[in-house]
């Protein structure tokens, strides 16, 4: 940036806060698109989720959960969570439009001491909006799913399901007067599954697309610097959790 180049940072923007402010300020003083490959953000899927967020079709939410597991590829240079939960981070914040309070992280190192294989996170943001994601190096399966949990409504993104990526679930828990002694106030509701049809491009090529279109337009990018700060705002905290046993720490706005 520094030699009028517009950057596409790999995720995650920076292991750090302070570097990920800094090069911010940067693309802002030089007049230079900063993006972050937080790549999911163009993914037909999520932005079928934000939007049915953002018209209310899914209102009142609980809950998110996410798992991103396999076997390998191991690294050396990082832990599980700096390596697979940005894509899941930058999905929570792009999906709610809010910082949580605070996170709480715990892992193990099975393979290589201090670099943990194995972190599950749990993330609390207002609302009484709970957030979990599951990353794992070591694992039988490869699985590459996110669920939506709302008052009346849930949603499944599996991205390893070629054919089905996204399932609505028309269900949930209602309260009811009870018309006979001893019926249950709040029962089961089940209804339809409705699988939307998603547009079929590629998440990668949507990406560069549109750090093209924002350079010739000059024009903020989705995946822009200031949201590649917020998920390593998130991360930095967690990472703290994980070095003190999975401790709440509190996230900074």
């Not at 709040?186 to 079929?200: A, C, H, N, W």
Request: charged share 25%; with cysteine; hydrophobic share 40%.
């Amino acid at each position: 940036m520094l030699n009028g180049k517009h950057v596409l940072v790999e995720k995650p923007l920076a292991l750090s806060v302070s570097d990920g402010e800094a090069l911010v300020k940067i693309a802002k003083d030089q007049k230079r698109i900063l993006m972050v490959g937080h790549v999911y953000l163009y993914h037909p899927a999520v932005q079928k989720m934000k939007s049915y967020i953002k018209n209310k079709e899914l209102e009142d939410l609980y809950y998110l959960y996410s798992v991103r597991t396999g076997l390998g590829p191991i690294r050396r240079d990082t832990n599980a969570m700096w390596d697979l939960a940005p894509h899941d981070m930058s999905i929570y914040l792009h999906l709610l439009d809010q910082m949580p309070k605070n996170v709480s992280a715990r892992g193990a190192s099975y393979l290589q001491n201090g670099i943990e294989d194995v972190v599950l996170l749990s993330i609390e943001f207002s609302r009484k909006i709970m957030g979990y994601i599951h990353v794992s190096w070591l694992d039988a399966y490869k699985v590459r799913k996110l669920t939506i949990v709302s008052k009346g409504k849930m949603i499944v993104f599996d991205d390893t399901n070629s054919n089905e990526k996204l399932k609505i679930f028309d269900q949930g828990v209602a309260m009811r007067e009870p018309s006979t002694y001893g019926e249950f106030l709040l029962q089961v509701r089940t209804g339809d599954i409705y699988i939307p049809k998603i547009e079929s491009t590629e998440p990668l090529r949507n990406q560069c697309m549109d750090f093209i279109e924002c350079i010739e337009k000059n024009v903020n990018p989705i995946a822009n610097g200031e949201e590649g700060v917020k998920t390593v705002k998130v991360l930095e905290a967690a990472q703290r959790s994980l070095e003190k046993g999975g401790a709440s720490i509190s996230v900074q706005s």
